[in-house]
């Protein structure tokens, strides 16, 4: 069998859309399936959208979501340059070849005849008339012109572009590993650009010869290029490399919450989620577009929710390792119906990753969290401790902040409204003793504290409920956290007396 290789293929012009992570996922799972390679190349031959840092931002988005690239332009390979502007060379002889067989031809329209033609031709059975087999004999080109002429033109170096001759009557068709067998009407295509008049090739062009020179033999990309397919068919028939096509397979949309069309950006600013991987700053507006990874999404929960947007295992399970999605992938049991996007759900994957992963892995970057907080972090062994007490309350890595603050700092905002209504003298004076009575326990361990805790409220006749309250938001500050004798035992006696004092001292003052 062929060797897999696969390759995600993005154009570097902004953010990445969690539909671009996605192609990249599911080309990653079935090339490492397969014992594969997985490949990025950068599709920048497009200078007017090219945007300077996207094409790194691409590989550190790839990076942090564990996809990392056999070849590519960052580590080379053995069809380096990855990079289409750096192969602009490579391209034009084919072009020259199409134009040789007869497949292509010169094109030396002007922009204002391009715009006559589409206003001469435009008709009500055809509002808006294209370049192709009913108009390609009426405009300037190599069909229409005798051979001196285009000689003569291109002797003067006029400007020119390539055209592909798309065939009139034709049924283009190809299996679609997703969608089965797919039939274009040939005249429905209009004679696309291959080589622009900069001498850069089109998207069109430049896929079909990389495919074919990177050898892929799998190529999946998002369902909005299901009407290009027809034209890279033909470019690989008349190229003479039709027996080294790759597979296709357009992936189903990912749509709106509603589902009503596709998710875009700016769904994700309106509706209050993000829709990138990791943060964007646009140069030109001076924005900053968040990502998942920066609103405290763990890859390994971002790759699984991606995965279940339009791939299902076949089973009950919903959490997967990105090993276990290797095993359980496949083509066959990816739909073609668009699928929904559910921030909550993102979120319950999110929350699950983090209950389920240990506090030691969790470690380094809720750290970082907590360092670019400012907080006052202790050694590692207590962080550990911190962070097995709290993660499962953690739905954002980010949450840690507030879920674990009050451990390396007395509460920085205390709601003295939950406190006031459940306040009296016989608190106030339980709370006094408490202070005397920790003072004389000889080791701090959790079941003493409970115990001296509970035997005092017992004596003073005091519900243990409202007290383990009032305790609770003297520790916290607030209504959360986990067993309030947990929190005291973690941050010691001393700190919990001089949490209680300062309560005592406050609470008359406000
Ligand atoms: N450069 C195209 C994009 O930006 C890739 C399409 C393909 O994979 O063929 O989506």
Not at 231 to 252: C, F, Q, R, S, T
Not at 462 to 488: N, S, T
Request: charged share 25%; net charge negative; glycine share 6%.
């Amino acid at each position: 069998m062929r060797e897999v290789r696969t390759r995600f293929a993005p154009s570097p012009t902004g953010g990445l859309h969690l539909g671009g992570v996605r192609t990249a996922l599911y080309s990653y799972l079935f090339a490492k399936k397969h014992q594969g390679k997985f490949i990025l190349r950068i599709e920048d031959t497009d200078q007017n959208r090219y945007v300077s840092g996207a094409e790194q931002y691409i590989v550190d988005c790839l990076a942090w979501c564990g996809l990392s690239p056999d070849e590519g332009p960052h580590i080379g390979g053995e069809h380096a340059p990855y990079r289409q502007s750096e192969r602009k060379e490579s391209y034009k002889q084919y072009a020259l070849q199409l134009v040789e067989s007869g497949h292509a031809y010169y094109a030396f329209d002007t922009t204002e005849e391009l715009e006559k033609m589409r206003e001469d031709f435009k008709s009500t059975q055809n509002p808006s008339p294209q370049y192709d087999h009913t108009t390609r004999m009426k405009m300037k080109n190599s069909l229409t012109l005798t051979n001196e002429e285009v000689k003569q033109l291109l002797a003067i170096n006029t400007p020119y572009v390539i055209r592909i001759s798309m065939p009139a009557n034709e049924t283009i068709s190809f299996t679609d590993m997703i969608r089965g067998e797919i039939k274009n009407d040939s005249n429905l295509v209009d004679d696309k650009v291959l080589l622009k008049a900069d001498g850069m090739p089109t998207y069109h062009l430049a896929v079909v010869v990389d495919d074919y020179l990177m050898k892929i033999s799998h190529a999946f990309r998002g369902e909005e290029w299901l009407p290009s397919v027809p034209v890279h068919i033909l470019l690989w028939k008349y190229l003479g490399w039709e027996n080294d096509m790759p597979h296709w397979a357009h992936l189903p949309l990912i749509l709106k919450p509603d589902g009503h069309g596709k998710l875009s950006k700016r769904d994700g600013d309106r509706l209050g989620f993000p829709v990138f991987a990791m943060d964007w700053h646009d140069d030109k507006t001076n924005e900053t577009i968040k990502g998942f990874k920066e609103l405290g999404f763990l890859p390994e929960a971002f790759i699984n929710l991606l995965a279940l947007l339009g791939w299902h295992s076949g089973e009950e399970k919903e959490l997967f390792t990105k090993e276990e999605m290797i095993v359980a992938f496949s083509m066959e049991r990816v739909h073609k119906g668009g699928a929904k996007f559910d921030y909550e759900k993102a979120k319950w994957f999110n929350h699950e990753w983090i209950k389920g992963l240990p506090a030691k892995t969790l470690m380094p970057s809720m750290q970082t969290i907590l360092l670019s907080a400012d907080i006052p972090l202790k050694d590692e062994p207590f962080l550990l401790d911190v962070i097995t007490l709290v993660k499962d309350r953690c739905v954002f890595l980010n949450d840690i902040v507030m879920q674990s603050s009050y451990f390396f700092q007395a509460p920085i905002a205390i709601d003295f409204d939950a406190i006031k209504p459940k306040w009296a003298d016989d608190k106030a004076l339980f709370f006094s003793e408490l202070i005397h009575q920790f003072s004389q326990l000889d080791t701090w361990e959790m079941q003493g504290i409970e115990e001296t805790f509970k035997t005092l409220a017992t004596e003073k006749n005091i519900k243990v409920g409202e007290l383990q309250f009032l305790f609770r938001m003297i520790l916290v500050g607030a209504k959360f956290g986990p067993g309030v004798f947990d929190i005291a035992y973690k941050i010691g006696k001393e700190e919990t007396q001089s949490r209680i004092q300062y309560l005592l001292q406050k609470i008359g003052t406000v």
